[in-house]
Protein backbone atom coordinates (compact mmCIF):
# COMPACT_ATOMS: atom_id res chain seq x y z
CA UNK A 1 0.00 0.00 0.00
CA UNK A 2 1.18 3.15 -1.00
CA UNK A 3 2.45 5.81 2.16
CA UNK A 4 0.67 9.29 2.59
CA UNK A 5 1.95 12.50 3.56
CA UNK A 6 1.35 16.08 3.62
CA UNK A 7 2.14 18.04 -0.01
CA UNK A 8 4.51 20.37 0.13
CA UNK A 9 4.55 23.57 -2.28
CA UNK A 10 7.88 21.70 -3.77
CA UNK A 11 5.03 19.11 -5.11
CA UNK A 12 3.66 21.39 -7.26
CA UNK A 13 4.99 19.93 -10.93
CA UNK A 14 4.40 16.66 -9.91
CA UNK A 15 0.72 17.15 -8.95
CA UNK A 16 0.09 19.18 -12.28
CA UNK A 17 1.60 16.68 -14.36
CA UNK A 18 -0.37 13.72 -12.60
CA UNK A 19 -3.63 15.93 -12.75
CA UNK A 20 -3.25 16.42 -16.16
CA UNK A 21 -2.26 12.72 -17.42
CA UNK A 22 -5.55 11.78 -15.28
CA UNK A 23 -7.44 14.28 -16.72
CA UNK A 24 -6.24 13.05 -20.41
CA UNK A 25 -7.32 9.60 -19.52
CA UNK A 26 -10.26 9.28 -17.08
CA UNK A 27 -12.20 11.97 -18.48
CA UNK A 28 -11.90 11.36 -22.27
CA UNK A 29 -15.06 8.72 -21.53
CA UNK A 30 -17.01 11.73 -20.96
CA UNK A 31 -15.77 15.15 -22.25
CA UNK A 32 -15.34 16.40 -26.12
CA UNK A 33 -11.34 16.18 -27.06
CA UNK A 34 -11.82 20.17 -27.26
CA UNK A 35 -12.93 20.66 -23.88
CA UNK A 36 -10.21 18.17 -22.63
CA UNK A 37 -7.55 19.70 -24.26
CA UNK A 38 -8.49 23.22 -23.37
CA UNK A 39 -8.97 21.81 -19.42
CA UNK A 40 -5.22 20.64 -19.83
CA UNK A 41 -3.72 23.17 -21.24
CA UNK A 42 -4.41 25.74 -18.12
CA UNK A 43 -1.98 26.17 -15.56
CA UNK A 44 -1.54 25.38 -12.39
CA UNK A 45 -4.14 28.04 -10.59
CA UNK A 46 -2.21 31.02 -8.90
CA UNK A 47 -4.14 29.78 -5.17
CA UNK A 48 -2.47 25.92 -5.35
CA UNK A 49 0.92 26.59 -3.46
CA UNK A 50 -1.11 28.12 -0.99
CA UNK A 51 -3.42 25.88 -0.56
CA UNK A 52 -0.40 22.88 -0.28
CA UNK A 53 1.46 25.51 2.16
CA UNK A 54 -1.76 24.95 4.53
CA UNK A 55 -1.50 21.88 4.97
CA UNK A 56 -4.55 20.55 3.42
CA UNK A 57 -3.46 18.32 0.47
CA UNK A 58 -2.46 14.80 0.81
CA UNK A 59 -0.05 12.59 -1.62
CA UNK A 60 0.41 9.23 -1.82
CA UNK A 61 3.93 7.82 -2.91
CA UNK A 62 5.43 4.16 -3.54
CA UNK A 63 8.82 4.05 -3.81
CA UNK A 64 9.38 7.28 -4.20
CA UNK A 65 6.85 7.99 -7.22
CA UNK A 66 3.40 10.13 -6.46
CA UNK A 67 0.83 7.98 -7.27
CA UNK A 68 -2.09 10.55 -6.49
CA UNK A 69 -2.96 13.23 -4.34
CA UNK A 70 -6.47 15.24 -2.97
CA UNK A 71 -6.79 18.41 -1.44
CA UNK A 72 -8.95 19.98 0.65
CA UNK A 73 -9.27 23.95 1.06
CA UNK A 74 -9.05 24.71 4.41
CA UNK A 75 -10.74 27.83 5.83
CA UNK A 76 -10.23 28.47 9.79
CA UNK A 77 -13.73 28.72 11.71
CA UNK A 78 -15.90 27.20 8.85
CA UNK A 79 -18.15 24.35 9.75
CA UNK A 80 -17.61 22.99 5.73
CA UNK A 81 -15.12 22.65 3.33
CA UNK A 82 -14.52 22.06 -0.55
CA UNK A 83 -12.86 19.14 -2.02
CA UNK A 84 -10.83 20.85 -4.04
CA UNK A 85 -8.96 17.92 -5.92
CA UNK A 86 -8.61 13.92 -5.91
CA UNK A 87 -6.69 12.59 -8.66
CA UNK A 88 -4.52 9.52 -9.19
CA UNK A 89 -2.14 8.37 -11.82
CA UNK A 90 -4.29 6.09 -14.70
CA UNK A 91 -1.80 3.22 -14.15
CA UNK A 92 -2.34 3.31 -10.56
CA UNK A 93 -6.41 3.61 -10.81
CA UNK A 94 -8.24 0.71 -8.87
CA UNK A 95 -6.23 0.05 -5.83
CA UNK A 96 -8.06 2.02 -3.40
CA UNK A 97 -5.77 5.28 -3.83
CA UNK A 98 -8.59 7.67 -4.14
CA UNK A 99 -10.59 6.33 -1.38
CA UNK A 100 -7.95 6.23 1.25
CA UNK A 101 -6.99 9.53 0.45
CA UNK A 102 -10.47 11.21 0.63
CA UNK A 103 -11.23 9.38 3.90
CA UNK A 104 -8.02 11.48 5.18
CA UNK A 105 -9.11 14.30 3.57
CA UNK A 106 -12.34 13.14 5.87
CA UNK A 107 -10.77 12.78 8.92
CA UNK A 108 -8.58 16.16 8.46
CA UNK A 109 -12.26 18.11 7.62
CA UNK A 110 -13.19 16.43 11.13
CA UNK A 111 -10.66 17.65 13.02
CA UNK A 112 -11.11 20.91 12.20
CA UNK A 113 -14.51 20.96 13.23
CA UNK A 114 -16.45 20.62 9.47
CA UNK A 115 -19.38 18.78 9.59
CA UNK A 116 -19.84 19.20 6.01
CA UNK A 117 -17.91 18.63 2.53
CA UNK A 118 -18.59 19.64 -0.64
CA UNK A 119 -17.07 19.65 -4.67
CA UNK A 120 -17.87 19.50 -7.82
CA UNK A 121 -17.48 16.18 -9.70
CA UNK A 122 -16.65 15.91 -13.22
CA UNK A 123 -19.02 13.76 -14.54
CA UNK A 124 -16.31 10.66 -15.11
CA UNK A 125 -16.09 11.34 -11.00
CA UNK A 126 -19.73 11.09 -9.57
CA UNK A 127 -19.92 7.48 -9.17
CA UNK A 128 -16.20 7.23 -7.12
CA UNK A 129 -17.85 10.33 -4.87
CA UNK A 130 -21.49 7.83 -4.46
CA UNK A 131 -19.68 5.34 -2.93
CA UNK A 132 -17.80 7.53 -0.65
CA UNK A 133 -21.19 8.27 0.20
CA UNK A 134 -21.46 11.91 -1.53
CA UNK A 135 -24.69 13.06 -2.43
CA UNK A 136 -25.43 14.48 -5.53
CA UNK A 137 -27.17 17.96 -5.50
CA UNK A 138 -27.27 19.14 -8.76
CA UNK A 139 -26.29 19.41 -11.85
CA UNK A 140 -24.16 22.28 -13.12
CA UNK A 141 -21.70 24.00 -15.47
CA UNK A 142 -18.30 24.52 -13.55
CA UNK A 143 -16.74 27.73 -15.06
CA UNK A 144 -13.10 26.78 -15.60
CA UNK A 145 -10.75 29.73 -15.20
CA UNK A 146 -9.44 28.13 -18.99
CA UNK A 147 -12.59 29.42 -20.27
CA UNK A 148 -14.55 26.49 -20.60
CA UNK A 149 -17.18 24.92 -18.69
CA UNK A 150 -17.13 21.56 -17.69
CA UNK A 151 -20.63 19.95 -17.10
CA UNK A 152 -20.24 18.42 -13.42
CA UNK A 153 -22.38 17.30 -10.74
CA UNK A 154 -22.11 19.39 -7.25
CA UNK A 155 -22.12 16.95 -4.45
CA UNK A 156 -22.13 17.33 -0.61
CA UNK A 157 -21.57 14.74 2.20
CA UNK A 158 -22.24 15.49 5.78
CA UNK A 159 -19.81 14.40 8.11
CA UNK A 160 -19.61 11.89 10.98
CA UNK A 161 -18.09 13.02 14.63
CA UNK A 162 -18.08 16.98 13.89
Not at 55 to 66: C, I, K, P, S, T
Not at 79 to 100: C, K, L
Request: glycine share 8%; charged share 25%; proline share 6%.
Amino acid sequence: MPNQRRAEPADLAALWDLRTRAVRTTCASHYAKDIIDAWCAAPPPEKLPGLLAAGGALVAEEDGRMLGFAILKLDAGKDEGEVDAVFVDPSHQGRGIAMRLLSALEAMAVEQGMRRLFLSASLNAVPFYQRAGFVAVRKEMYPHRSGIGLESVFMEKMLAGA
